[in-house]
């Protein structure tokens, strides 16, 4: 099979380094075009990174050559590659004009950047979970007239950590009412060099801005419908939530309380909620995308886990791992859940929504 060639906007940060690792020889997607800001434009990649590549082995053959173009030209990137991974870090309104003058070129935007998020016909995908919102993207095309590209996004790193486990009881009939979340937040997520280390060895931030309002307002979209010309919000759980980094370098890791919306004898007991994650499978799990996890949820019974530097590559990366399911004093249960934030949560995040939209089809006419 023929690969289909790829670009990464943003491909010298954080993100988009990890983009660059785990297309490496990837059965399906080819990188062949790199761009960033103009301080890297017209570096070879390999220079433009020399002294920030953050992954633990060699930049792939195939990119280090390739020169670096200004993401901010989106023609450039016409007859190089059929679509785009955005994993660009500016302003909220300069990424979504970015993405949108992408995708009226023709080249659809698979993005990690929030400024789309909130756009009513633009999917927020999780692949496990809301597969059937990729029916808005017709939509989506015929309202701006585009007729090949569109715009697909991830929500934020630290939702992976607990979406999962939270619409495995949904859809087996335990709907949740509230949730409380307090976040655990690697420094990774703050991209490069992101958090001063003055500011993070022996230390812990309380606050990382705008995270508890995307932490409290992307799951309801994600667990939304398409209805008509948008994507209509789920009303519940309320989630309140509180937003940690912690000197942790990739791996996001959640506490989480919830209560059911549940008469008490409906509600599920801890045996029943760990079957529920244990039996857990999907879209992807269905349709074998490549980077999809055999197991999206991995509970875990020491008392001591989940712990980032040991269980944040389970399923290279992208399993949710939960641990200490138990009882709670004031809402019903609560665990331990841990994702890998800079693979579930960003980039290989992305390149499953990339396989999800090949596998339906949407790479089909590039
Ligand atoms: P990062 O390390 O700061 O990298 C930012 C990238 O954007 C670099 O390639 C940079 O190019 C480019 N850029 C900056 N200013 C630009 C400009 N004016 N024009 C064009 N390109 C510009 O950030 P990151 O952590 O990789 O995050 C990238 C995106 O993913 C962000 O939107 C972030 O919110 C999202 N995200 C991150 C994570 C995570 O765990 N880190 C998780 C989920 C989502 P230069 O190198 O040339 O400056």
Redesign the pocket.
Known sequence: MEKISVGI??????????YIKLLDNHPWFEVTYV???????GKLYKD??AS?WLIGSDIPQGVANLT?Q???DASLALGKCKFVF??????KE??KA?EEAYAAEGIPVV?????NRWTDDVPMLIPEINSAHLDIIKKQQAHHGWDKGFIAV?P??SLQTYMMPLYALIRAGYPVKRMIVTTLQ?V???????VSSFDMIDNIVPYIGGEEEKTERECLKILGTVSGEKIQNATAPVVSSTCTRVPVI?G?TATVSLEFDLPEDKKPSLEEIERVWTEFSSVPQELKLPSAPDHAIVVRHEENRPQPRRDRETEKGMACVIGRLRKCNVFDVKFVALSH??KR???L?GILNAELLKAKGFFDNL
């Open positions: 906007l943003g491909a010298t940060g954080m993100v988009g380094q990890r761009a960033a800001s103009p301080r890297s434009a433009a990174v920030r670096v200004d993401a901010n955005s994993a660009l870090e500016m302003g300069e990424i970015l993005s990690n950047a929030s400024a991830k934020n790193c690697a990774s997520g703050a991209g490069y060099p992101g990739d996001h934030n800079t949560g960003a980039a995040g």
